[in-house]
């Protein structure tokens, strides 16, 4: 079974910037288009970005495509979520997936199970 772990996430100040990491375990993550999503406190899981296998292509939600990049080194089989001048808003758990890397947020389905995620807390 697919296992995409996410990590890197902690109690951060508002303004900073925070890079978590997402690994595969038991596979090669570079064989998947891998999204981020995250889930903040009292609302549904929503998705965050998104690249494809060579990591060519990048998507994003508007509301964070300013502030956050997503990259991918396919020697390491690693996929970054990389978040610059982080708000009390981007609180959250923040998960990584496999997914079909098209269209909006709304249809970035996971098509591995979800792993714990990882925590990121925004505040002073």
């Known amino acids: 079974q697919l296992q995409f772990v996410a990590s890197g996430g902690k109690l951060i100040p508002p303004g900073e910037f925070l890079q978590l990491t997402c690994k595969g375990s038991g596979f090669a993550l570079r064989d998947y288009e891998v999204g981020w999503f995250r889930q903040r406190p009292g609302k549904e899981r929503e998705g965050v970005a998104c690249?494809?296998?060579?990591?060519?292509?990048?998507k994003y939600a508007e509301s964070i495509k300013a502030r956050f990049a997503i990259n991918r080194d396919n020697v390491d089989n690693i996929v970054y979520l990389i978040m610059n001048s982080l708000q009390p808003e981007d609180t959250a758990t923040y998960y990584c997936?496999?997914?079909?890397?098209?269209?909006?947020?709304?249809?970035?389905?996971?098509?591995?199970?979800w792993g714990q995620g990882t925590q990121v807390i925004v505040s002073t």
């Open positions: 690249l494809s296998k060579n990591g060519a292509i990048t």
């Open positions: 997936a496999a997914v079909r890397c098209a269209g909006r947020p709304e249809t970035w389905f996971p098509t591995s199970p």
